[in-house]
């Protein structure tokens, strides 16, 4: 399955569905052993990576032998949509495993998703909070005891489905009246390899694209102040607008090692490749114009930005895209949003973001600082909820 694409319809009809009966029975014996449970992980990654393959249309080339790099404060949590029920299964840096039902099925579970990340994109009428709370209870609470009494600092997300397209950072404690963001770092991964960046940032390539076309209708002027005060905080070279060109980005890659790659203009992820769209300052590029880019400077890139990218909110594939040009390239973290925000807010968030990082040499405990920061001014989450971190 994995490494030889067979096409969506194939994959959804007819594998997927064995592949989760098959989890299914794995995971409602009596007793699950350890086996077990590694067993199943083995399956998710396996899955993670066949549906990779099948978005990108070609076999990614990757370390699948090489999972996520775990310290000793960091738990995985792999998230199960099953149809008699829904799972999380918590891998520990001693690697222990642990399973937790959630007591909901999955389609119980879409619809929640679903419902949530409908009104949190609403920023003037959705009553976000109810589903922030609901959300919090069903996948936090059950594994909250464990959480403390482990330690965890940071929690990386392995999610299933439409989990993929809904901020953790937004849940919502009643008790403690607290977001997640406010007491974990949080991160996301499909567990192919890699690890978050521990240095500061530094020899940015930093694009935008301000001006309206035809296919994002709608200008961002905020991109102007946002990538002028980046470069003037971490350096490097900005091209905006006209001088933004599929042609200026090659020549840039290609003539010096660039390690942050900054992108402030309008892309949008769905759940079919050839849909994929990232706006330059001439011309819009396809998702494989734009990876081709990239796997110039495999080993050269170690961040990405895409400070005004869309994801589609009712496919499990469009984040795939976000997630994938990252692993293709050889990229350790990308850092993505869900919706597009508030345009003058982005400048601020991502301002706080870089200060962060460079302070803190952590691009997980920067972005923590940031949605804290919003937070604490009491920013809606919609306009800051909406940046996940993949690794």
Not at 132 to 149: A, F, G, Q, R
Not at 238 to 250: G, Q, V, Y
Not at 345 to 354: P, T, W
């Given at each position: 399955m994995a490494g030889s694409p067979?096409?969506?319809?194939?994959?959804?009809?007819?594998?997927?569905?064995?592949?989760?009966?098959?989890?299914?029975?794995?995971?409602?014996?009596?007793?699950?052993?350890q086996e077990a449970l590694a067993e199943t992980i083995e399956i998710i990654r396996l899955n993670q990576l066949a549906e990779l393959d099948n978005f990108?249309?070609?076999?990614?080339?990757?370390?699948?032998?090489?999972?996520?790099?775990q310290e000793a404060e960091d738990v995985l949590i792999y998230t199960l949509l099953l149809p008699e029920n829904s799972y999380e299964i918590m891998k520990f840096s001693d690697g222990f495993y642990q399973l937790v039902e959630l007591g909901i099925t999955g389609d119980c579970l879409k619809k929640a998703v679903l419902d949530?990340?409908?009104?949190?994109?609403?920023?003037?009428?959705?009553?976000?909070?109810?589903?922030?709370?609901?959300?919090?209870?069903?996948?936090?609470?059950?594994?909250?005891?464990?959480?403390?009494?482990?330690?965890i600092k940071h929690i990386v997300f392995v999610q299933d489905s439409l989990l993929r397209n809904i901020p953790m950072s937004g849940l919502f404690n009643k008790d403690s009246q607290q977001y997640l963001i406010e007491n974990y770092l949080i991160s996301y991964s499909l567990d192919l390899g890699g690890s978050l960046l521990t240095t500061q940032p530094k020899n940015a390539l930093i694009l935008g694209s301000s001006e309206p076309t035809s296919t994002f209708p709608n200008a961002l002027p905020g991109v102007l102040q946002e990538t002028k005060l980046i470069q003037e905080l971490i350096g490097g070279t900005?091209?905006?607008?006209?001088?933004?060109?599929?042609?200026?980005?090659?020549n840039n890659l290609a003539q010096k090692d660039y390690e942050i790659l900054h992108l402030a203009s309008h892309s949008r992820f769905s759940g079919l490749s050839e849909e994929v769209k990232i706006q330059t300052g001439t011309e819009v590029l396809n998702l494989f114009e734009f990876d081709n880019l990239l796997n110039q400077r495999k080993a050269s890139i170690k961040h990405l930005s895409l400070s005004a990218c869309e994801t589609a909110s009712g496919s499990r594939y469009a984040t795939l895209g976000v997630a994938g040009i990252g692993l293709r390239a050889g990229i350790s973290s990308?850092?993505?949003?869900?919706?597009?925000?508030?345009?003058?807010?982005?400048?601020?968030?991502?301002?706080?973001?870089?200060?962060?990082?460079?302070?803190?040499?952590s691009v997980a405990k920067a972005l923590q600082h940031a949605q804290k920061e919003q937070i604490e001014k009491n920013i809606n989450p919609t306009n800051w909820a909406n940046y996940i971190l993949i690794s």
């Open positions: 067979v096409g969506q319809n194939l994959f959804f009809d007819t594998i997927d569905p064995l592949l989760r009966d098959f989890l299914s029975f794995l995971l409602s014996q009596p007793v699950v052993s990108f249309g070609d076999i990614c080339q990757i370390e699948f032998d090489s999972p996520i790099t949530w990340r409908k009104n949190l994109t609403d920023a003037f009428y959705g009553n976000y909070r109810p589903g922030s709370k609901n959300l919090y209870e069903i996948l936090i609470k059950p594994i909250k005891i464990e959480l403390e009494l482990r330690n900005r091209l905006i607008n006209k001088s933004f060109t599929p042609k200026a980005l090659e990308v850092l993505g949003s869900l919706w597009l925000a508030d345009d003058k807010n982005s400048v601020e968030f991502f301002l706080s973001f870089y200060q962060s990082w460079l302070e803190n040499n």
